[in-house]
């Protein structure tokens, strides 16, 4: 069995809390979490934006137009920004009781906006480790994204650890040989953690 080296977090729902999803389903009448999710994962808008190939008025101008949705881009934009609320509880404490011998960070599907919000902020400041879609030009959960994260910590697929609340970014991770896992908020995700040994 291939020894952990890396434990990776995504940020949106396992350490940072998002709101204006409701409002979002809501706007583009979907009803079912999950297949919002994936709708949105899968979605050419957004992986351009994630990716940093597009502009966010770019981005909020395609959304509109792809969904139809009644409001402008102006206001389409404000409430993405939005999304990122802050720190769960005990999410800060979560990180620091990562055993001192496994690298830690954070690998999330993210944009120039939301990582400018003062939590994500904080979420920097969390690791040395950071894999950031807009700035790798990979967005989850394609190949090249778990590809690209390999090849940058220079390790076997199997020595990283990965937690998402996204089942869609979990399967494509395992695909890719990463040791991974669903979790939601810190709870959860300290349950996971423990059950594997990987925390103090």
Request: charged share 25%; aromatic share 12%.
């Amino acid at each position: 069995m291939t020894q952990i080296q890396v434990l990776l977090f995504d940020v949106g729902g396992i350490l940072i809390e998002l709101g204006g999803i409701d409002h979002w389903k809501k706007l583009s009448s979907q009803t079912d979490s999950a297949e919002m999710w994936r709708r949105w994962l899968e979605c050419q808008v957004v992986k351009d934006f994630e990716s940093g190939r597009s502009t966010p008025d770019t981005f909020a101008r395609d959304m509109v137009d792809k969904y139809e949705l009644s409001v402008s881009s102006d206001h389409f934009i404000d409430k993405f920004a939005q999304w990122p609320i802050g720190f769960y509880d005990g999410a800060e404490a979560l990180v620091a009781d990562v055993r001192p011998d496994i690298k830690a960070g954070c690998f999330s599907n993210t944009n120039d906006i939301h990582w400018a919000m003062p939590c994500n902020q904080g979420v920097h400041t969390l690791f040395d480790l950071h894999f950031l879609s807009f700035k790798m030009g990979h967005v989850k959960p394609d190949e090249s994204a778990f590809q690209y994260v390999v090849d940058a910590l220079a390790c076997e697929p199997e020595a990283i650890f990965f937690v998402d609340d996204n089942i869609i970014n979990v399967d494509a991770a395992r695909a890719c040989g990463f040791d991974a896992h669903v979790a939601k908020g810190p709870v959860e995700t300290r349950q996971v953690l423990n059950a594997h040994g990987l925390l103090k």
